[in-house]
């Protein structure tokens, strides 16, 4: 007898996909993949009952890096399991120095999305993290990691600048211009690592795709956001972090370190604006530099109390980020990536630290908070 899941409780389908976001229990999964339709014959039936969402999207983070740089293989695999067992079950790769292909020949590690390796300029980013060039360079560095990743590339398009002894742009708005041009001339999407307000600005001219932080969001920069689809992903819990960057920096860069603490105060407040605004806001954690990976219900959790609410900001971790990064959701025929929660998770998005139930590609990985066997 094939072994089949049949979930019961209430399937939330989510908006935008056309049809009523909450239907009763009738969804199976059978070889791996969804139907509405009881198979027919005999069938060894597992039954988990709960609130079924898809499996959730980590829309920034960073397999196979580590604090210094690139990670083995090894540490990748724990990297990737514990998104995996936290119910982030696609992960969009936002710059690694390690090639990680490999993680999408594994069943039994989440879909990965690679956006190569970040391009920064010349010691003006964490070492050992980017590939780094002048800016006569940038547009062709930018054509080579847009072939190494999957559909995406990212530049760090401000970083402190020692002289200045503050936050400032790395590259001239025609160098951003050159860098967009040359993602799209591959079929690529080009987002970028922005802190401050004028590299944000510049960014937008240069008709990026999509923003990573933008904590120095303004009711002009949002505007700009919403008329042409740029998204952002504000990574709150990293965020959350900038004062002890603050701290560190103090010292030697106390102007720098203000700035940071003045993003800080703000942090909330510019996601509020942005999704007022109607500009895309989906979660990331930036796990995997400094930040331990499997906390994405954490930023779900940071934006909802950042203005979005308990649906909107699930939204940006489900189904509209599964859209936007091109994968299905709870569709007939769709590979069963999914979680069971306990509860409603549009009522409380805390409900997604504790999932009763996580199933990957027809697999149970993970119940009640315990991995199961690999």
């Not at 939330?12 to 239907?23: A, C, F, K, M, Y």
């Not at 390796?117 to 590939?131: I, K, P």
């Not at 847009?146 to 970083?159: C, E, I, N, P």
């Not at 952002?232 to 959350?240: A, D, E, S, W």
Request: net charge negative.
């Amino acid at each position: 007898m094939a072994q089949v899941l049949h979930l019961t409780g209430r399937v939330l389908r989510g908006p935008g996909t056309g049809g009523d976001e909450d239907v009763a229990s009738g969804l199976w999964v059978l070889g791996g993949r969804l139907t509405w339709t009881r198979p027919p014959g005999d069938h060894d039936v597992t039954e988990i009952d709960g609130w079924v969402v898809p499996g959730l999207v980590d829309a920034h983070c960073h397999i196979g890096l580590g604090p210094s740089g690139q990670v083995d293989a090894e540490t990748a695999q724990e990297q990737a399991r514990a998104d995996r067992d936290a119910g982030a079950l696609l992960l969009r790769d936002a710059g690694s120095p390690a090639d990680t292909r490999w993680v999408a020949e594994r069943d039994d590690l989440p879909r990965l999305v690679r956006a190569g390796r970040h391009v920064a300029r010349t010691r003006r980013y964490l070492r050992g993290f980017a590939e780094e060039v002048e800016p006569p360079r940038l547009a062709e560095e930018v054509r080579r990691q847009a072939r190494r990743g999957d559909g995406w590339v990212k530049v760090v398009g401000d970083w402190i600048d020692r002289d200045a002894g503050d936050l400032a742009p790395c590259w001239s708005r025609e160098d951003l211009v050159a860098a967009a041009d040359a993602a799209h001339a591959e079929g690529a999407r080009i987002t970028a690592h922005v802190f401050g307000a004028q590299a944000l600005a510049d960014v937008l001219a240069a008709g990026f795709d999509g923003v990573e932080h933008a904590t120095a969001m303004g009711p002009d920069d949002v505007a700009v956001m919403a008329e042409r689809g740029t998204a952002v992903v504000p990574t709150l819990v990293n965020i959350g972090t900038f004062p002890d960057i603050a701290a560190r920096g103090e010292a030697k860069f106390p102007r720098y370190a203000e700035h940071m603490r003045r993003l800080h105060a703000r942090r909330r407040e510019a996601v509020a604006l942005a999704h007022e605004a109607g500009v895309r806001v989906f979660a990331g954690t930036d796990a995997g530099s400094t930040l331990p990976h499997g906390i994405l219900p954490e930023e779900v959790a940071e934006l909802s109390r950042a203005g979005l609410g308990p649906a909107a900001a699930l939204d940006a971790a489900c189904w509209s980020a599964r859209r936007w990064l091109g994968f299905p959701a709870l569709e007939e025929g769709a590979s069963a990536d999914l979680l069971v929660l306990p509860e409603d998770p549009r009522e409380d998005v805390g409900v997604l630290a504790a999932p009763s139930a996580v199933v990957l590609r027809g697999r149970q990985v993970a119940r009640a908070g315990r991995r199961l066997a690999d």
